[in-house]
């Protein structure tokens, strides 16, 4: 018989495509498994110890003469490696340092950050041979365009390209990951992702720090039969795996003390979305979203986590026995595919070890905790209201927002635009998604916003803090309310299922310039990537 392209790639490995023919979910789909891995190679949950990614150090520092800001000087190598997920076998992988997933960086408020991103990958991806060509967006950062991991401002192998970073933004969870035009999904969920914390005084005095803050990326895979990642994005509809990886652990068992955690929750599943949940039914504490902390910490059972979204919730285990194990598990939404174990994330085992009580975070699980710009907007400083339709084309079969995709962008010299909002202007965007069969995760770089409302009643209490992507379900219209600051220019939007972006749902708007002002900060000319000539 005649095999398909689709069906060698599935047999391949990272190169493989994992689960065979297109799965495209109108409801929430129950399976046994996507992997080809026989049975003694399946990773089973709770098998392996949890780990955190590395903290990333300058390798130098300074003073910006400019303004006598302080400069953190790091630098990452994209490169191929393997990383021991199975119980035997390895998977060749693409990470920051060879890392899966890569190094956390750590810094301060008012520390700007310089980061060397050189790209020392192969020239090919192994599983269909799009040039490795990179380009690094720091996700939740208000950089400039340049800076911004623009899609289609990439870096080749062999090059390198320095971004710089303000970090004047109050504290939050960020992560940097790839954002390569229309490679993302392949490139991010070959391992191209890490997370990035930015700490202040007041999330400092108010949360635990140290070895309490604990940072969760989480993100599923399929493998096939000789333990490379697997890949099927279902027609460019969504990859589900069957593993689900925590910090690029399978199901991973945590140690913890009877006092109160934080946990930095990043769901970089390229399509996957979460509803984390204990097993002891008690309550997960939001006090922070994407753009930092919220007004008020939120007490939830559960909550709707999409990817490239970030949740910081606080656990609260000092009433559990020594022993005890509590899961965290998923209670997953509608049109994700779920396979026998996804319904597991992790777990936490309670031991004995003495708990330090002059630490005031031991025991605290703050009501109030700070406001922020985004949450003090009102709808009536809205200048402007802009309507926007998340759909697949019946033409194209291209995932579009109205009827733009990036192809449009690049077609007209990256010109076109769907907003062109004025510098420090206020605007309400309504974002539809008229679909019973799809959520989108929207980003909209450069901002942190208010989610006004769904379907016309109030956001969730979970979501009720400044964010930069929101999850628009099946059937559902948000109302959004941003400020458009600190900087004029370029700046994307685009779903963040990532075979939805790259297949052609990113568009982008354009602040305080008209389409004829000349463009200081144009991603496509200014701050071009350099010849690597450093040996490692």
Same mark, same amino acid.
């Given at each position: ?32 498994? $996507? ?13 392996? @110890? ?43 992988? !693409? ?18 950050? =310089? ?54 933004? @109050? ?14 999904? !392949? ?27 604990? $940072?969760?990326?989480?993100?599923? &895979?399929?493998? &096939? ?10 027609? #460019? ?90 899961? !965290? ?29 002059? *630490? ?8 109030? %905790? ?6 003090? !907007? ?40 769907? &907003? *062109? ?9 309504? =974002? ?10 929207? #980003? ?14 109030? &956001? ?52 305080? %310039? ?23």
């Amino acid at each position: 018989m005649s095999v398909s392209r689709r069906r060698v790639l599935l047999l391949g490995g990272l190169g493989a495509l994992g689960a065979g023919g297109a799965i495209l979910p109108t409801r929430s789909v129950d399976a046994k498994s $996507a992997s080809r891995l026989n049975d003694r190679e399946m990773p089973r949950p709770f098998q392996v @110890p949890f780990v955190q990614a590395p903290v990333l150090q300058p390798y130098a520092t300074g003073i910006d003469p400019a303004d006598g800001l302080p400069v953190n000087y790091y630098r990452v190598t994209q490169k191929a490696a393997t990383a021991r997920i199975l119980p035997r076998l390895t998977t060749p992988v !693409l990470g920051y340092d060879g890392l899966f997933p890569g190094p956390t960086i750590s810094l301060d408020q008012g520390t700007k950050a =310089v980061l060397r991103v050189r790209n020392q990958l192969p020239a090919q991806h192994a599983l269909d041979g799009h040039a490795l060509s990179t380009s690094t967006h720091l996700h939740g950062s208000a950089s400039l365009p340049q800076y911004d991991g623009y899609a289609s401002d990439i870096t080749h192998p062999g090059f390198y390209k320095d971004y710089r970073y303000p970090n004047v933004q @109050p504290a939050r969870s960020l992560w940097y990951h790839d954002h390569g035009v229309h490679f993302t999904a !392949l490139n991010a969920y070959s391992g191209l992702a890490a997370q990035y914390h930015l700490h202040d005084p007041v999330e400092r005095q108010l949360l635990p720090q140290g070895r309490y803050d604990v $940072a969760l990326t989480i993100s599923d &895979a399929m493998f &096939a039969e000789n333990g490379s990642l697997g890949y099927d994005d279902n027609s #460019h509809s969504g990859l589900w795996g069957d593993v689900i990886l925590v910090n690029g652990r399978p199901w991973p068992v945590m140690k913890v003390q009877k006092r109160v955690y934080r946990f930095r929750i990043l769901n970089s599943s390229i399509s996957r979305s979460l509803r984390p949940t204990l097993s002891t039914g008690a309550p997960l504490v939001v006090v922070a979203t994407d753009g930092g902390l919220v007004p008020t910490a939120q007490s939830v059972a559960n909550y709707r986590h999409a990817g490239a979204e970030r949740y910081e919730v606080l656990i609260d285990f000092r009433k559990y026995a020594t022993g005890q194990r509590i899961e !965290l598990r998923n209670l997953s939404n509608r049109n994700n595919v779920d396979y026998d174990f996804t319904h597991k994330i992790m777990a936490f085992d309670v031991t004995d070890e003495p708990v330090d009580t002059t *630490d005031p975070t031991w025991n605290r699980i703050p009501t109030t %905790l700070v406001g922020s710009e985004p949450m003090s !907007l009102t709808a009536a400083q809205a200048v402007k209201t802009r309507r926007f339709r998340l759909k697949r084309s019946d033409v194209t079969n291209l995932w579009t927002i109205n009827d733009d995709s990036w192809q449009d962008v690049i077609a007209t010299g990256y010109k076109r635009v769907v &907003a *062109d909002p004025a510098l420090d202007s206020v605007e309400i965007w309504e =974002v539809e998604n008229g679909s019973g069969g799809w959520f989108h995760p929207l #980003h909209i770089h450069l901002v942190d916003f208010q989610v006004l409302s769904r379907n016309g009643r109030a &956001a969730f209490p979970y979501e009720r803090g400044p964010k930069d992507v929101v999850y628009v379900g099946e059937g559902e219209t948000v109302r959004l309310l941003m400020k458009f600051t600190p900087h004029q220019g370029l700046y994307m939007m685009h779903c963040h299922n990532l075979p939805h972006e790259d297949h052609d749902m990113m568009a982008q708007f354009r602040v305080g %310039l008209r389409e004829t002002d000349y463009d200081r900060n144009d991603p496509m000319t200014v701050a071009r990537p350099e010849w690597d000539d450093e040996t490692d």
